[in-house]
């Protein structure tokens, strides 16, 4: 089966600009979780999307928004860029929801200028 | 608060050496506890969970509620064990987990 995708896999925007990273599951998979890792806070629960209905949601402010379609793929946006928002962007699949095994795709490197 | 703590950010040990990578956790309820791997240029990945009592790639880990722990071990380090490494819990609903900082683990050959 082929893994997690990401894309696009880097990314340099502005303050003030917008961004909306995507994330493909494993065929089969219906659950997608979003995380940030940065060095200082490490990884860090944004969202879980499951069957396109956010599940669960991480303590982040509402500039960042995901939602899911029927295909199980996922998007993630975020608004009004700051430059803390640099970071890598991790999306994770799996095949239930509650306490499954992780899968993680390569990440979305964020830059934020 | 959930909260998930790896006290050691990097470890060293020399190959054949024990290695034990510490994990302690604070949750309100019974969490299921993961130790998750990220190897140089790879993906993070699931290593165990303690629901399976699996021993992988030599690696165990015991939970203990009683001192809300999940300690990683291996009796004797090799070289390709040297990556970071992350202890993980999630409640019983939904795909909610948190992650602690991660240990980066050096084996010196």
């Known amino acids: 089966k082929a893994g997690v995708t990401q894309t696009p896999r880097y990314l340099i925007k502005t303050r003030g600009q917008q961004v909306t990273l995507s994330c493909s599951p494993i065929s089969g998979h219906r659950s997608v979780s979003w995380y940030q890792q940065t060095p200082g806070q490490g990884l860090q629960f944004l969202f879980e999307y499951f069957s396109e209905t956010q599940r669960n949601k991480g303590n982040f402010p509402g500039r960042f928004s995901g939602r899911q379609f029927s295909n199980s793929r996922s998007e993630m946006n975020v608004s009004t860029l700051e430059l803390g928002d640099s970071a890598l962007y991790l999306c994770a699949s799996s095949a239930r929801t509650g306490s499954d095994t992780q899968y993680f795709g390569p990440g979305t490197r964020l830059t934020v200028l | 608060a959930q909260r998930v703590t790896q006290p050691e950010k990097l470890l060293s040990v020399f190959k054949g050496a024990p290695v034990e990578l510490k994990c302690n956790y604070s949750y309100s309820g019974s969490p299921e506890l993961f130790w998750y791997v990220q190897y140089s240029r790879q993906r993070l990945q699931l290593l165990l969970r303690?629901?399976s009592r699996e021993s992988i790639k030599g690696f165990t880990a015991d939970l203990n509620k009683g001192e809300t722990s999940f300690h990683l071990k291996k009796p004797f380090a090799q070289e390709e064990d040297s990556a970071m490494y992350y202890c993980a819990l999630s409640g019983r609903t939904g795909n909610q987990f948190y992650f602690g900082t991660g240990t980066s683990l050096t084996v010196i050959p």
């Open positions: 303690h629901i």
